[in-house]
């Protein structure tokens, strides 16, 4: 059955250091998402991304976050200066109807 | 703006029936959905209700009622790895929007 993967499955930068999340949707999903989960908290929508750009973003998708579809494959999230506040688990999702498919997240700490 | 509320937290028996309730508060309502977490892992799609009335999925069904702003899920025949965490989340505008979840723990 077709997933969604993310890499690296977990990340520890320094704070103000750029990060970028890997994520490959299931290939045939039109509809991007990240979503963030900080430890113990709910899961948070960031962004979604339709046709090469962004559909919506939260509050919290601010200037230092970014997004892009390099290639037909891949989707990432770029953070450009790291806080510590950033450090969660970040899930990628894609869908074509009205089930979301989460990849396995990236767990991301920043010191 | 979105708000679901969920209880916090669950204990019941393996074998056992348990329902989840969730009440939401949205504009712009196109149906809910539920998730399971397991120790901050994935959140799996276990079931969506676009409209009122129960969707059954094996051991597992969801209920809707749009004029309550209501649903719950119900999960029969309780067994150990049915212990995790349950998201009720709404889509508004294509994203989704979770409640902060149940923490459901099922005992021998």
């Known amino acids: 059955e077709p997933e969604v993967t993310q890499t690296p499955s977990h990340q520890v930068t320094q704070m103000g250091q750029e990060v970028i999340l890997r994520c490959v949707p299931i290939?045939?999903?039109?509809?991007f998402y990240w979503y963030r989960q900080i430890l113990g908290q709910k899961v948070e929508f960031l962004v979604s991304?339709?046709?090469?750009?962004?559909?919506?973003k939260s509050e919290i998708f601010d200037d230092q976050f970014s997004v892009e579809r390099p290639d037909g494959s891949n989707f990432t999230l770029k953070i450009r200066s790291t806080k510590l506040e950033d450090s969660a688990m970040y899930f990628c999702?894609?869908?074509?109807?009205?089930?979301?498919?989460f990849g396995p997240g990236t767990r991301l700490l920043v010191l | 703006g979105q708000s679901l509320e969920q209880p916090s937290e669950v204990t019941a028996v393996e074998g056992a029936i348990v329902q989840i309730n969730c009440t939401y508060q949205?504009?712009?309502?196109?149906?809910l959905s539920w998730y399971q977490q397991h120790d901050g892992g994935a959140p799996t799609f276990l079931s969506y209700?676009?409209?009122?009335g129960l969707e059954e999925t094996g051991r597992f069904s969801s209920f809707l009622s749009r004029s309550d702003s209501y649903g719950y899920l119900l999960l029969q025949e309780l067994q150990m790895k049915d212990s995790a965490s349950y998201f009720c989340?709404?889509?508004?505008?294509?994203?989704?929007?979770f409640g902060q979840g149940t923490e459901l723990s099922v005992k021998p």
């Open positions: 209700n676009g409209l009122d």
């Open positions: 290939s045939n999903h039109l509809y």
């Open positions: 989340a709404c889509y508004q505008g294509g994203k989704l929007i």
């Open positions: 999702a894609s869908n074509r109807g009205q089930t979301q498919y």
């Open positions: 949205t504009s712009g309502f196109y149906g």
């Open positions: 991304f339709y046709n090469n750009e962004i559909s919506e």
